[in-house]
């Protein structure tokens, strides 16, 4: 019974802390978007960004709309680094592959730094549309 009065006490208290300070968290903007093409492939560009105060390891992926990888996409930088407090633009390049509309994720991944205490990895993903202009 003390157990689960300790365990208690301690994530109210962890939950008030996160209450009042909230953590800073990855960002990519734009989260959403449609583009017209008038070739066989749409482009698109998103500014992955760094919240915190030290530089982070971002990689760029593209999947369809199941979240299966489009290994065709071609990405400007990838993998690419985010000084502190930093924003950078990125341009992926996604083909129709035949289709007339293509529906695609594409995220950014925080790779954690070898030796580093952190070894998590942050993804955050934003949805575009594509259609071919006839």
Not at 44 to 56: L, T
Not at 59 to 82: C, G, K, T, W
């Amino acid at each position: 019974m003390r157990v689960i009065r300790v365990s208690a006490a301690l994530a109210a208290t962890l939950a008030a802390l996160g209450a009042a300070h909230p953590a800073p968290a990855q960002s990519m903007t734009p989260m959403r978007g449609e583009v017209r093409s008038l070739t066989d492939s749409f482009a698109v560009r998103v500014f992955p960004s760094n919240p915190y105060g030290h530089p982070i390891r971002v990689e760029i992926h593209v999947y369809d709309q199941d979240f299966a990888p489009v290994d065709a996409a071609r990405v400007s930088a990838n993998p690419l680094m985010l000084g502190a407090n930093a924003s950078r633009p990125v341009i992926v390049a996604i083909p129709f592959e035949g289709e007339p509309e293509r529906k695609v994720r594409v995220c950014a991944e925080s790779i954690p730094f070898p030796n580093s205490q952190s070894q998590v990895r942050a993804q955050i993903c934003g949805k575009f549309i594509g259609r071919r202009a006839n």
